[in-house]
């Protein structure tokens, strides 16, 4: 082969190289300066310990329990993982949260479970969330329909924010979803961050990007812990790490 031709295939092969690296690079999730804790007096989340059969998980939500996550989206997705290969009912519903522990439903639906990513985004055709009003996102199955006692349920804590300039300019400016995911990410906005993420996985699955925000959150976890119980969404959330 001629050596200047041979020369100029690994230049071009380590340009494009570094060009896949600098595209595929992602920021790390930084959770915002301004995030709040749930309301003192609030129900707690990861309410379900093991599977509907007693051996295994069942289902996490992929955010933050131990703080209010937030969301520019007034339509917002939210994302769960199941880990159980047996169809079951369950129900999807966001509450918003008023005081004294106190509850309203604004939306909810049903579906029937399957195994890996699952997710939900608040239709178009429903009211927009307020923002700065803090709210609830349940994901409940139903292991008896017939006996509502023994269903499982895990929840989280949200808000809608506003953006900030800076963010709207630098948005204007993405080029793709791994621009948009980074984005997000650095500015804190969780649940924007995840659904960026999973529009560049498979179905089912979430993908390089999605992985790193969990590995990220995981990280933020262990060092905000307060309870028991979100000792087990870390546990949970890990052993959604080895599944993908």
Request: charged fraction near 15%; glycine fraction near 4%; charge should be negative.
């Amino acid at each position: 082969m001629n050596p200047t031709l041979t020369f100029a295939l690994l230049i071009n092969t380590l340009l494009y190289g570094n060009l896949f690296n600098i595209l595929t690079a992602q920021a790390a999730y930084t959770p915002p300066p301004n995030q709040k804790q749930p309301p003192s007096n609030a129900s707690s989340g990861s309410a379900a310990t093991r599977g509907c059969d007693g051996n295994g998980l069942l289902s996490t939500i992929l955010a933050s329990g131990n703080r209010v996550g937030q969301t520019l989206s007034t339509h917002p997705t939210f994302a769960w993982f199941i880990d159980d290969n047996q169809p079951r009912p369950m129900e999807f519903t966001i509450y918003e949260y008023l005081q004294d522990n106190q509850y309203k439903i604004v939306y909810q639906t049903t579906k029937t479970t399957d195994a890996g990513i699952m997710s939900v985004t608040l239709p178009k055709n429903k009211p927009a969330l307020k923002t700065n009003q803090i709210y609830v996102s349940q994901v409940t199955i139903f292991c008896d329909p017939n006996s509502p006692s023994t269903a499982l349920s895990d929840l989280v804590y949200f808000e809608v924010v506003t953006a900030s300039d800076t963010l709207k300019n630098r948005l204007e400016n993405a080029s793709n979803a791994l621009d948009k995911v980074n984005l997000y990410a650095e500015f804190g906005l969780w649940f924007d961050a995840m659904k960026e993420a999973m529009k560049l996985s498979p179905s089912g699955k979430l993908g390089e990007a999605g992985v790193t925000l969990v590995q990220d959150l995981i990280t933020y976890e262990k060092m905000t812990i307060n309870q028991d119980t979100e000792a087990l969404r870390i546990d949970r959330l890990e052993q959604f790490l080895l599944n993908n």
